[in-house]
């Protein structure tokens, strides 16, 4: 095979449907940006959005904007923008809380529609956030937690063949090696089983097309500040089959998700919908930079995208070769989200010394080397450069120098 170039790389990029996109998006000069996996690129419309909801919404129209602003309604008119991402109808999804807390209510919430099973089986090294919610949702409603391998399909046949199993809750892409499960396979394996299943979509919703409705999902969470860039802490967004509507009940019954708030009511009926995964009072700021990234990504044809983040990874691995990393992603495109993970005992100060070359991956313990390629503002020519730094900072033994082994960084 004719080794690639970087002048085939900038005519790819010259060719690529996507390439406009970039425009759309603040990035720093001279950093190449790997890190859309964790906490996704500013986009470019963001700011204006947010000085207006700051500025005219709040600064002028004061609680007017409840209603004229739509406030009271971007919960679901995000949702309903949000749902042709994951597959699902507009009244199926609703943005709000965060995704541990909706982790939190859809655990629940399935439990209690399995009523005759107890336990919740989760995955050996999910992110850390999802055993820890198990846990809690375990022990709050009796429930037993167990672990499997996710990647192990006997072992989950297994699992889930013991008959006990109320809820299975997997990550669709793995955070760690970022392998991609099998959504309709597994969904189906588990009701045959007679087992709902929570599906957790924060490494991949934007990063390949979801069909959740194709795939008979009963609930799934997700965030909105990697791939679908809105910003640290953004709201995060839940999505309830329809069939589950009127008997699904998720334990943190606020007021926004009643069916008739401002009756002011002294007892609870939940909201039609979605909407019934609400709870209290939304981040209406922080709203706004999701509502500039989603009218964003309503342009987006997710086929392309995920051609293109196929196509990025495979770049990145192929030119990385000769560093001799293992690579702990699936070598198969179509077994891997939009990241691409090494394994190096010495992946934190290499990692380190990329950063100071501009190269923006992440490390995670205990010697995982992360890369995320988000196919909206990320170039072939950047993932050529990428490659060919990482390969130089591992042969040249660079990672040495010992700034880069300095105190470990929080993210
Ligand atoms: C798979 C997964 N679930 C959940 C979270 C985060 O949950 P939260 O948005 O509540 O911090 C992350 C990343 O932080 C994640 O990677
Ligand atoms: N959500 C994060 C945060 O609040 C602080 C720092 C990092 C994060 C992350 O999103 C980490 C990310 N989920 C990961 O896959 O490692």
Not at 110 to 117: G, I, K, M, W, Y
Not at 226 to 251: C, D, E, T, W
Not at 341 to 353: C, D, K, M, S
Request: some cysteine; hydrophobic content about 45%; aromatic content about 8%.
């Amino acid at each position: 095979m004719t080794p690639i170039t970087r002048p085939d790389c900038v005519r790819r990029d010259d060719e690529d449907p996507l390439a406009g996109f970039r425009r759309e998006f603040l990035l720093p000069e001279g950093v190449i940006y790997l890190d859309g996996n964790s906490l996704g690129a500013l986009p470019a419309a963001a700011p204006g959005r947010i000085a207006r909801t700051v500025e005219h919404e709040w600064g002028e129209r004061l609680i007017a904007s409840w209603n004229d602003a739509g406030w009271w309604d971007k919960p679901r008119a995000l949702g309903a923008k949000l749902a042709p991402l994951v597959g699902a109808a507009p009244h199926e999804v609703v943005v709000g809380d965060g995704t541990s807390a909706n982790l939190f209510k859809a655990l629940v919430a399935a439990l209690r529609l399995n009523p005759e099973r107890h336990v919740v089986l989760g995955e050996k090294g999910n992110f850390p956030t999802d055993l820890y919610i198990t846990e809690g949702v375990a022990e709050i409603m009796g429930a037993v937690e167990r672990r499997v391998d996710a990647d192990n399909r006997a072992a989950l046949a297994g699992a889930l063949a013991a008959g006990d199993v109320a809820v299975l809750l997997l990550s669709h892409v793995d955070y760690r090696t970022g392998a991609l499960r099998d959504m309709a396979e597994i969904t189906r394996l588990a009701h045959a089983n007679g087992t709902l299943v929570v599906w957790d979509l924060c490494h991949s919703v934007g990063a390949l097309p979801i069909e959740l409705a194709g795939c008979g999902v009963d609930f799934a969470v997700g965030c909105t500040y990697k791939y679908l860039n809105a910003g640290p802490g953004a709201p995060a967004f839940v999505f309830a089959a329809q069939r589950h509507h009127s008997a699904a009940r998720q334990p943190l019954t606020g007021w926004h998700g009643h069916a008739r708030p401002f009756d002011f009511s002294g007892e609870y009926a939940p909201a039609e919908g979605a909407s019934s995964f609400l709870s209290g009072s939304q981040p209406v700021v922080a709203a706004a930079a999701l509502e500039a990234s989603l009218d964003l990504w309503q342009r987006v044809d997710l086929r392309l995208l995920r051609e293109k983040s196929v196509a990025l990874t495979e770049l990145f691995i192929e030119q990385t070769r000769s560093a001799g990393l293992d690579l702990v992603t699936p070598p198969e495109p179509d077994r891997r989200g939009s990241q691409v993970a090494l394994r190096h005992p010495e992946g934190y100060p290499i990692v380190q010394a990329l950063i100071a070359r501009g190269v923006v991956g992440d490390f995670r313990a205990p010697d995982v080397l992360r890369f995320g390629f988000a196919p909206l503002y990320l170039r072939y020519a950047d993932v050529f450069d990428a490659a060919s730094a990482l390969v130089e900072v591992v042969r040249s033994g660079q990672w040495r120098d010992p700034r880069f082994a300095a105190a470990k960084a929080v993210t």
